[in-house]
């Protein structure tokens, strides 16, 4: 059974930057696309960026590009969300998410066997 726990959220100024982590067990990372998703009080659920942990290939969806990088540490079973530049915009709660069957190009539209518990990004004006 994949567990996922997602840290490294808090409370950041607008500009500010944060690292939230992914770490992974009960499998390795080596064989996963792992998706970072977030959800803002009153709004759905929407995906962020995503990782190819197989092959590197990384997906950003267009509100973070430039601002957010995706990278994983298969040897600690670690996927990485740096985020730089953050508006209050980003404020949500963030969730990784990880499947095997998971096509890089489709990684925000499809269901993820497993998720982590989330963890909360503030950033402030």
């Known amino acids: 059974e994949v567990q996922l726990v997602e840290s490294g959220g808090g409370l950041v100024q607008a500009g500010g930057s944060l690292r939230l982590a992914c770490a992974g067990s009960g499998s390795t990372f080596d064989n996963y696309v792992v998706g970072w998703f977030r959800q803002a009080p009153g709004k759905e659920r929407e995906g962020v960026s995503c990782?190819?942990?197989?092959?590197?290939?990384?997906y950003y969806v267009d509100s973070v590009k430039g601002r957010f990088t995706i990278s994983s540490d298969n040897a600690k079973n670690t996927v990485w969300l740096q985020m730089n530049s953050l508006e209050p915009e980003d404020t949500a709660i963030y969730y990784c998410?990880?499947?095997?069957?998971?096509?890089?190009?489709?990684?925000?539209?499809?269901?993820?066997?497993?998720w982590g518990q989330g963890t909360q990004v503030t950033v402030s004006s």
């Open positions: 998410a990880a499947d095997r069957g998971v096509e890089l190009e489709f990684c925000t539209r499809v269901p993820y066997d497993y």
């Open positions: 990782i190819s942990t197989h092959d590197g290939s990384t």
